[in-house]
Nanobody, 118 residues
């Protein structure tokens, strides 16, 4: 089984920055982690979970329109880790952030709370 642990969230003011980390572990690692596309998702109160950034096995990235130019997804296959650098944060970025495989997800982790507020 795969375990996903997100960290790095917190309370920041609008315009601030956060760097989220996702650590993946399980019996399939580290042999196969580099073969999987990964993504960052977020879920705000009362809203559905949405994909905000993705990264393929070869490092190609894609972003939701609402975060383009502000967020950067990256990965370190040696550490079985995925990161999300978030800059110029806005109140509407407030959500619980999750990482997972794309497109076929594993069991969801607990996520990490990001709150952007003055």
């Amino acid at each position: 089984q795969v375990q996903l642990v997100e960290s790095g969230g917190g309370l920041v003011q609008p315009g601030g920055s956060l760097r989220l980390s996702c650590a993946a572990s399980g019996s399939i690692f580290s042999t196969y982690f580099s073969n999987y596309a990964m993504g960052w998702y977020r879920q705000a109160p009362g809203k559905e979970r949405e994909l905000v950034a993705s990264i393929t096995s070869n490092g190609s990235t894609d972003y939701g329109d609402s975060v383009k130019g502000r967020f950067t997804i990256s990965r370190d296959n040696a550490k079985n880790a995925v990161y999300l650098q978030m800059n110029s944060l806005k109140p509407e970025d407030t959500a619980v952030y999750y990482c997972n495989r794309r497109p076929q997800t594993w069991r969801w982790g607990q996520g990490t709370q990001v709150t952007v507020s003055s």
